[in-house]
């Protein structure tokens, strides 16, 4: 039998103020087990810990039931606290008596009653716990950093200054990401290529950073400080240890003015060999083999033809004809890499709001009407129109240019409530390069509000407004249409509250940041979670910002959640540290309250080894009897495997069947 | 029937001289001649004891995930699902199991013959003629039409699908006959609560049903039994009995092929496959799959897929 000591918590009056704490303290005396029971203003205070570390020894208690807060609030505290009154710090029962009562009760009686059978679940739970001791592992001191984007560049460079190997996956033919593509940045307007392609480079010859493009994370197994991840490395048909970068493929491709280029958003073509964008890391070209005529024309080794008649050739080849290296290989194969890593970076980044769902808008088929990103492009050297800003209809310059606000952001009946922070920092630096480039053109901005919120970012809104005369209608555009070859917007000025129509040459929609479209996905790959709209989910909000819920897994920048380039370099330092914290350990030890299978119980079904998520059980065999055995490092504790065991055989430690049946037996007898 | 026999003793013989395997498992005489009764073969010369006939009625399945040799089963068409359920499950080794799949005229529910000809325990002879099955008692035969008497399951049997290493099909043809079923077109979840608390009242809880089920292979590991802390009493009380008989429902909900032989063995006569049609019921609608079909697919209650995850089941 055990002796248990029950303490009681009033969390000043958070508990005290709706359960008759002197009452369950009273009662819980005549529990079984129970042979010490008292109640205190705050036990989580230094005061408290000793009252329970002095009862502890004064009384020969050897399990400890405390009724206060959410155990994930405090749990470890009191673990730690029992622990220096010499108990194994695993013969504690948290009976939550905030969270569960007191916060969520009206009555006073019913929430007295109700803790005390709380109390009463917790004393029969721990009768039947037992100690525990955590485990040990090593951790593989490298990173992998997925995305290349200005987030996991930074990630991938504070790791490696410290001295910690990194790899790099990124999915397509470069690094650079979203903010490559962009022309200035907020509020400084400095040039963004400027600012990006230095630490590009840097990643690209930093040597504790290997790069991995156009490729991708396949499966992640194992657990932290031991991750086991395979890496698809898709077929470049280029060989990088040959290729130059002198690009005279790229410029002989016959292709080369057939396909939209991603990186221009579509707006300008590429070839089937291509590199994206002119300052691309690594400046090597690959081959897209949907649109590439030697690759999707048949194998002549395939085809069988009547004696006498030639087989057909493959089409075009004028790549591997150009390349003096011989840097093309056609017969490329996709790649598969297994690499071992110690911590895993998300930072996927985001996408952009497809317009299309907005038919008042014209749905995407007025081709004067466009996103921030077309624009960013089109006001660019490099883009489409080599900097010029004009309208696609018919290459001319606007003299009316109107912004719109909030696209695919803020708007419920398109499925997206929350704001994406960055659009409208984006339209007043856009409409800052219109009225730059463009002295004579009008610049209307409508919008719902305005929120700058950030260093400089308000008075850069009103430097747009006032040095730059863009005005500023608040008021949503409910309909655009083309007339004459001039745009009409209706809208209504919310201020004036009046309706409002205007013609316009040239309409730029800051369409706002979604989640790729990868993004669940991929977190079912590592085995993490998203929200509603597919960003990855952190621990918490505000103390764990970028901890997402499986160890040793962070993730950093518009993965998350919306957020500017200045937030997403702070969260890729920040991840940086974490994973520094991290590998500043030899040896990590891990939660004993992980599942373990009795092998005298075990049948062998293999539901566990089916059922785990974390890929945590294998089929062992002794002596001819096979059983489950449990890797208790990759297990997470989530007691899937105890569910799926029809003998009982998989028990989850500190949650055993007993345990549980212990807890309801208590409620409903004592 | 003959024939039938003479090519499964054939076949018997042939497996075990070859060394192909070292046991045969069929079935041979039984303490009376309307019964038969699982039989194991390990000499060839003993070959000539199967029997084959409608009264076989053990689902000899239920023997294989505790063998550890080299095996032949005979198998009916509906005990052949419960050898792929296994295989499924990683309970047995493929290479290790010979299936003698039997293409059978159907089975005898003794508890309908004895309805109809009154105790079969004095029968001196019982036998299938044409489409009759005669008992012979104290020197009379009693003759009684086979599709009176079958299993239910034989009128829904499709012997097309059978499964088998070996196939031994001797031109019989299948009992054909309408089942009658007991349950209301009505039946709401009142009055199978109170059919259930009636019906389990008499459970007796001897467990003759776990051991005949071939999904139920924990054998002394069982969950109801365990010696630690457990979800259910060993108490002889019908709200015990439901407790231990929906455990089992759920856990061979998805695993189990309807094949009936729990409900056979049942000394009291539960209609136990009633409840593991409804629970079967349910997981081919949910799942979309059927048990003993396919021999690389674990039973849908214990994988885990990411498609049902982002598809929200």
């Known amino acids: ?670 | 029937m003959e024939k039938l026999e003479a090519e499964l003793r054939e076949k018997a013989k042939e497996l075990l001289e070859k060394e192909e395997v070292t046991t045969v498992i069929g079935w041979g005489a039984g303490w009376n001649p309307a019964k038969a009764s699982p039989l194991f073969v390990r000499d060839a010369q003993d070959a000539d004891k199967l029997v084959f006939n409608p009264f076989c009625q053990n689902n000899l399945a239920v023997y294989l995930p505790r063998l550890n040799e080299k095996a032949a089963v005979i198998t009916k068409p509906c005990d052949a699902g419960s050898v792929v359920a296994l295989i499924a499950e990683g309970k047995i080794d493929r290479e290790n199991v010979k299936v003698i799949s039997i293409k059978c005229p159907g089975t005898v529910n003794p508890a309908k013959l004895e309805a109809a000809v009154g105790s079969l325990d004095d029968a001196t002879a019982a036998y299938l003629d044409g489409d009759t099955i005669v008992v012979e008692v104290g020197g009379k035969a009693k003759r009684v039409p086979f599709a009176q008497v079958a299993l239910d399951s034989c009128y829904l049997c499709n012997q097309e699908n059978a499964f088998g290493d070996i196939v031994i099909d001797e031109g019989v043809t299948k009992v054909s006959g309408e089942a009658i079923s007991i349950v209301p077109e009505d039946a709401d979840s009142v009055w199978w609560r109170d059919f259930w608390a009636k019906e389990f009242d008499r459970c007796i809880r001897c467990y003759a049903c776990r051991e005949a089920c071939p999904a139920c292979y924990c054998r002394d590991n069982c969950a109801v039994q365990a010696l630690r802390e457990r979800w259910t009493g060993a108490k002889l009380d019908a709200k015990e009995a439901l407790m231990f008989h929906a455990q089992r429902a759920m856990h061979v909900a998805g695993r189990c092929t309807e094949c009936g032989s729990c409900e056979r063995a049942c000394p009291v006569g539960i209609p136990l496959g009633l409840l593991h049609k409804q629970v079967g019921d349910a997981v081919r609608k949910l799942f979309d799959f059927n048990v003993g079909e396919k021999a690389d697919m674990r039973p849908p209650l214990e994988t885990f897929r990411k498609e049902e995850l982002e598809s929200g089941h």
């Open chain 1, 1 to 670: 039998m055990s002796s248990v000591g029950v303490f009681i918590c009033h969390c000043g009056t958070n508990i005290a103020g709706k359960v008759d704490v002197a009452k369950v303290s009273d009662d819980a005396i005549n529990i079984p087990g129970v042979v010490y029971s008292s109640h205190q203003k705050y036990s989580c205070s230094e005061a408290g810990q000793k009252v329970i570390i002095d009862a502890i020894k004064e009384n020969r208690i050897d399990k400890v039931v405390i009724g206060s807060c959410s155990p994930k609030m405090h749990e470890n505290t009191f673990r730690k606290t029992i622990e220096q009154a010499g108990l194994n710090p695993y013969m504690l029962e948290i009976a939550n008596l905030r969270e569960h009562v007191s916060w969520v009760t009206a009555d006073k009686d019913s929430a007295t009653r109700k803790a005390f059978d709380l109390v009463k679940a917790a004393v029969g739970k721990v009768s039947f716990a037992k100690p525990l001791t955590p485990g040990q592992v090593t951790v593989e001191k490298r990173a992998l950093v997925i995305g290349g984007g200005i987030a996991g560049i930074q990630a991938a460079l504070d790791i490696a200054n410290m001295g910690y190997e990194v790899v790099m996956v990124e999915k397509e033919p470069s690094i650079g990401g979203r903010m490559a593509q962009l022309d200035k940045t907020f509020p400084t307007l400095d040039c963004s290529a400027c600012i990006l392609s230095p630490r590009m480079v840097d990643v690209a010859q930093h040597p504790n950073i290997r790069l991995l493009t156009y490729s991708e994370v396949e499966n992640v197994n194992g657990y932290v400080g031991n991750f086991n991840v395979t890496i698809r490395k898709k077929a470049k048909f280029v060989d990088e240890s040959i290729c130059t970068g002198c690009l005279e493929c790229v410029t002989k491709c016959p292709l080369k003015k057939k396909i939209p280029n991603e990186f221009e958003n579509g707006k300008a073509p590429r070839g089937a060999i291509y590199v994206p964008f002119a300052q691309a890391v690594p400046k090597v070209p690959v081959i897209d083999k949907e649109h590439c005529q030697w690759l999707l024309s048949p194998d002549p080794d395939t085809i069988e033809v009547a004696e006498g008649e030639k087989k057909p050739k493959r089409k075009c080849g004028v790549c591997a004809k150009k390349c003096e290296l011989g840097a093309i290989d056609f017969d490329m194969q996709d790649e598969l890499i297994n690499e071992k890593f110690g911590a895993i970076v998300i930072a996927t980044g985001f996408n952009l709001f497809d317009h299309k769902k907005y038919g008042e808008y014209g749905a995407g088929e007025i081709p004067d009407v466009i996103t921030g990103l077309d624009f960013e492009r089109m006001v660019n050297s490099s883009g489409p129109t080599e900097g010029k800003i004009v309208r696609p209809s018919n290459g001319e310059k606007p003299k009316k240019v109107a912004f719109i606000q909030c696209v695919g952001s803020r708007d419920e009946a398109k499925g997206i409530p929350y704001c994406s922070r960055i659009c409208c920092m984006y339209t007043a630096k856009q409409a800052i390069l219109v009225r730059e480039k463009l002295p004579d053109a009008e610049v209307y901005v409508f919008y719902m509000d305005i929120r700058a919120g950030g260093k400089g970012y308000e008075e850069f809104v009103l430097r747009a407004q006032r040095e730059y005369g863009a005005n500023y209608v608040r008021g949503r555009v409910s309909r655009i249409y083309e007339q004459d070859g001039h745009l009409v917007l209706k809208a209504a000025d919310t201020i004036l509250g009046m309706p409002l129509e205007m013609e316009a040459d040239m309409v730029i929609l800051a369409t706002g940041s979604i989640a790729r479209e990868d993004s669940v996905a991929l977190a079912n790959t590592i085995g993490i979670t998203t929200d509603a709209y597919g960003f990855i989910s952190e621990v918490h909000p505000k103390l764990k910002p970028v901890e997402v819920p499986r160890e040793g897994v962070f993730a950093c920048g518009a993965a998350l959640s919306p957020r500017d380039i200045p937030d997403t370099v702070a969260t890729a330092g920040a991840v940086a540290a974490k994973v520094g914290v991290l590998f500043s350990n030899d040896i990590l030890m891990s939660d004993p309250m992980v599942a373990n299978v009795d092998p005298m119980v075990c049948v062998a079904c293999g539901a566990c080894v089916e059922v785990c998520p974390y890929s945590a059980i294998t089929m062992e065999e002794f002596r001819g009897k096979k059983f489950a055995k449990v890797n208790e490092a990759m297990c997470q504790g989530c007691g899937t495997c105890s569910a799926a065991c029809r003998p009982g055989a998989a028990q989850l430690r500190g949650q055993t069947d007993e345990q549980i049946l212990k807890s309801i037996e208590a409620v409903l007898q004592w």
